[in-house]
């Protein structure tokens, strides 16, 4: 992903598709207190209640009653209800808090809350009105009447530190005497994970060899989706698997009372709680699997697609669905990685996997997909898409009335590229060649590309200018950037990573295949780095660049590259160019880990490279 900066997407409450015996919320895991014991493993849990304010006031402690309202005059963000803090014009404070238990043996905790600031005021400099959040003691942010915003945007903080507390956590709005200032609220929480729930020691990746089957069918406008998923997987640890999560990512695009993926009729496991904000769904599995045994869970599957031009949303009459079939969660030595999804960059950590996925559509939609697609006729007026794809990490698609140009690249991939209306057919064209010739371009320094067809999706409305999946690209017309996400098919895609933890493996790497597919050296680009802080590294995780998003695009893409470019020039050109293609190559449809590159760059040169790491930042 090449990240731009945000802005609101607008969306309101959203229609949930309707399921048979569909899994309801979860309510929050019984907080515990910490004690002098050993660490506690880490229970992943939501610890904030009530925080779309659906379910009345509690545990809420307001200053006045109506802060928590569904009165008109502002929208909730999901659901009806919202926290209005001020707006009246007037001098006035108004809080919001409830305590909070945050688990100890958790490495990650992360608050995140949408806000929306409405004011009156017209000034450009001056902070007349404010709203503070605080955890314990502690101001965590300040946001006033120069936030102002057309909608919500959300916000997040990392607040690791205070596992194994009982906090109080709170909202504080303070409005002068002159024009008003409304802060919104909606949609609070507070998740935690990492920290490992299973013994530490066994390194082994598992549920591994994933096989998906999918049969969905849409409605008249591809905005919503009904059917049945299956996936098959095998216990490669030796600790025995008693459970599996999948990560329902997309509900991060709507709220707990609003679920635009709903999961039902579970068969080969019982489903638990929802925790991290509804996007990870527990399945007790009917016996404990062994090392070598395989299991398969069915369910009944429905898919809602919010309004927006996001990786998971709709433009008009065209629908990008990324990240909105439910994946297997990966556990290790770690424990489950069970992540809060971020906007900021990814989240998503999966293993290589096969898909089947049959999508009934109406013949008047284009529907491009991961993997190699073929068409079927339907019942009346409508075209069933059948996509395959094997050893690939996630399952994406689009629908919508798309105008489609294809090519085959010189080195015979072939490339589709679909554009919404308003795309012109040279800017189409443009991009055909752009893809024909970057696929090429980092083919023959990675490795052939595995994939067969390669689908990209244009669109100029997307916020976040591009977003990379197996075979799929979503992208801006832009050169630079559609090169990026092709390059993505190798880091991340072919080689993988753990994107929430290690984010710089994917997009460092990529930005620099990038400049190497655009005769882009990077010289003297080090020269320019300045650290915001002595906690600042290119291997920080999305937790910490969470909590400092204005670094993570300079940091992560641009300093990440110039260190890649750095070690190319320290090591040598054809030194680099082996290291990068043999590393691709051991690590092909595996996963990528920090140490392993520092060792692979270490065996690959006689020079020592401690005092590079540790110059770069690189830690791991």
Request: hydrophobic share 35%; proline share 4%; net charge negative.
């Amino acid at each position: 992903m090449r990240p731009t900066p945000h802005k609101a997407l607008g969306i309101g409450v959203l229609t949930v598709a309707a399921v048979a015996a569909l899994v309801l919320p979860g309510t929050s895991a019984a907080a515990r207190p910490a004690t002098a014991a050993a660490p506690a493993a880490c229970t992943p849990v939501q610890a904030v209640a009530n925080g779309g304010f659906e379910s009345g006031t509690s545990p809420w402690t307001q200053s006045t009653s109506g802060v928590i309202t569904s009165r008109s005059g502002q929208t909730a963000h999901g659901g009806s209800s919202y926290a209005w803090l001020d707006g009246t014009g007037g001098s006035r404070t108004d809080t919001l808090s409830q305590s909070v238990t945050i688990p100890s043996g958790c490495s990650t905790a992360s608050l995140s809350y949408w806000l929306h600031v409405d004011t009156a005021e017209t000034t450009t400099s001056t902070a007349y009105d404010r709203l503070t959040v605080k955890l314990g003691g502690s101001t965590l942010a300040t946001y006033s009447n120069l936030d102002k915003n057309t909608g919500y945007v959300r916000k997040t903080v990392d607040v690791s530190s205070y596992a194994g507390q009982t906090v109080g956590l709170s909202f504080t709005g303070t409005e002068d005497a002159g024009l008003r200032t409304s802060f919104v609220l909606d949609d609070v929480a507070l998740d935690t994970s990492g920290g490992g729930t299973v013994p530490p020691g066994d390194s082994t990746r598992t549920p591994a060899a994933p096989a998906y089957t999918v049969s969905l069918s849409s409605n008249s406008t591809g905005t919503v989706w009904n059917g049945h998923e299956s996936v098959s997987f095998t216990n490669a640890s030796a600790t025995a698997l008693s459970e599996v999560y999948l990560r329902l990512w997309d509900n991060h695009h709507g709220s707990c009372d609003a679920m635009p993926i709903q999961v039902g009729n579970v068969t080969g496991g019982t489903a638990g709680a929802l925790s991290v904000a509804c996007t990870a769904l527990k399945i007790d599995l009917p016996a404990p699997l062994a090392q070598g045994q395989s299991a398969t869970v069915g369910f009944d599957l429905g898919i809602t697609v919010p309004s927006g031009s996001d990786r998971f949303g709709h433009d008009g009459a065209f629908n990008f669905i990324g990240n909105a079939l439910p994946v297997l969660a990966v556990r290790d030595s770690a424990g489950w990685h069970l992540d809060p999804y971020t906007d900021n960059g990814e989240s998503f950590y999966s293993l290589a996997a096969d898909f089947k996925v049959s999508l009934d559509h109406p013949s008047s939609l284009l529907v491009p997909a991961t993997g190699t697609s073929a068409d079927t006729p339907g019942s009346s007026g409508r075209t069933v898409t059948t996509a395959t794809a094997a050893k690939v990490r996630d399952f994406a698609w689009a629908a919508g009335p798309f105008s489609k140009i294809s090519g085959t690249s010189p080195g015979g991939v072939a490339v589709n590229v679909y554009s919404v209306s308003g795309i012109s057919s040279a800017s189409a064209q443009s991009m055909l060649s752009t893809a024909k010739s970057a696929v090429d371009a980092h083919a023959a320094r990675f490795g052939a590309y595995p994939y067969g067809e390669l689908d990209a999706v244009i669109d100029n409305t997307y916020w976040f200018g591009g977003m990379e999946y197996p075979g799929f690209v979503l992208d801006l017309v832009s050169t630079t950037a559609l090169t990026h996400e092709i390059g993505h098919q190798w880091w991340y895609g072919i080689v993988g990573d753990d994107e929430y933890n290690s984010p710089w493996l994917d997009e460092a790497f990529t930005d620099y295949a990038t400049d190497l597919a655009q005769g882009i050296t990077g010289t003297n680009c080090w020269n320019s780095v300045s650290w915001a802080s002595g906690a600042e590294k290119i291997t920080n995780s999305m937790a910490y660049w969470d909590a400092h998003s204005s670094r993570y695009s300079t940091v992560v893409y641009g300093y990440g590259k110039c260190a890649l470019h750095d070690l190319r020039r320290l090591i040598g050109d054809s030194t680099m160019t082996k290291l990068l293609k043999d590393y691709a190559s051991a690590h092909w449809y595996g996963v990528s880990t920090t140490a392993e590159f520092k060792a692979a760059a270490q065996a690959a040169t006689g020079t020592d490279l401690t005092s590079f790491w540790s110059q770069h930042r690189i830690d791991g």
